[in-house]
Each structure stands twice: as C-alpha cells, then as structure tokens.
C-alpha cells in the first residue's frame, strides 16, 4: 500500500511525504505507483520552476519522497505553492476514491514557524 502523509498547518499545505508501492499489479504495470509518482514528481517540478530553493525534498529507497516548504515564504510565494501542492492533492484524492485500496492519505497537523 501506497501512505502518502500531508503536512497541514494553518496557511495551508506545507509538505507531504509517500512512501510504499501500491501493489495493484506487478512492478513495471502498476497504474496505482505510476500515478502517484507522476503526481509527487510533477510537484517537485512545478515546486523547482516557480519557488526554487524554497523547498527541501528527499527522494530515498523503496518508493519514499518527501517535500517540505521552508518556513518565512512570501505571501505570494505561499499562495504558488498552495497551488501546486492543493493540485497534488487533489489529484492523489481521485485516485484514492478508485483504487482506496491501495493508497491512503492522512493529514499531519504540522507547526510553523
């Protein structure tokens, strides 16, 4: 199973981490992993193009990804990165409400500084 854990705090979405493999097919035809990870690396994509070094993220073994907003982001910069990571996880619920089986979402309530 796929856990994908949202960091929430009050201004909104301040990262999410995804770890595991779906296990809806096997690896190379899963359609669940595949999914997920497009969305989790478009993210960090659209994260790079339009507030670069205003992030951290790692990308570890078995199917982890985290991504973290640094703290102290502009009002404007906050409001394009709620715009990609509110997609994101818009995207991840769709899939969800497919395939629940297979991936779980959870909100992590997180405090900023």
Excluded: W
Excluded at 32 to 41: D, E, N, P
Excluded at 44 to 58: D, H, S
Excluded at 91 to 103: D, N, V
């Amino acid at each position: 199973m796929i856990t994908v854990k949202v960091l929430q705090g009050k201004s909104g979405v301040r990262g999410y981490q995804v770890k595991g493999h779906a296990g809806y097919a096997e690896e190379g035809q899963d359609i669940v992993c595949a999914a997920v990870s497009v969305l989790a690396q478009t993210a960090l994509i659209g994260l790079e193009q339009f507030l670069p070094g205003m992030f951290l993220y790692k990308i570890g073994k078995n199917g982890c990804l985290e991504c973290r907003l640094r703290p102290n982001l502009t009002a404007q910069q906050d409001h394009d990165a709620q715009i990609i990571l509110v997609t994101m996880l818009r995207g991840l619920e769709a899939i969800r409400k497919e395939y629940g089986e297979f991936i779980e979402i959870a909100l992590q309530e997180v405090k900023e500084a």
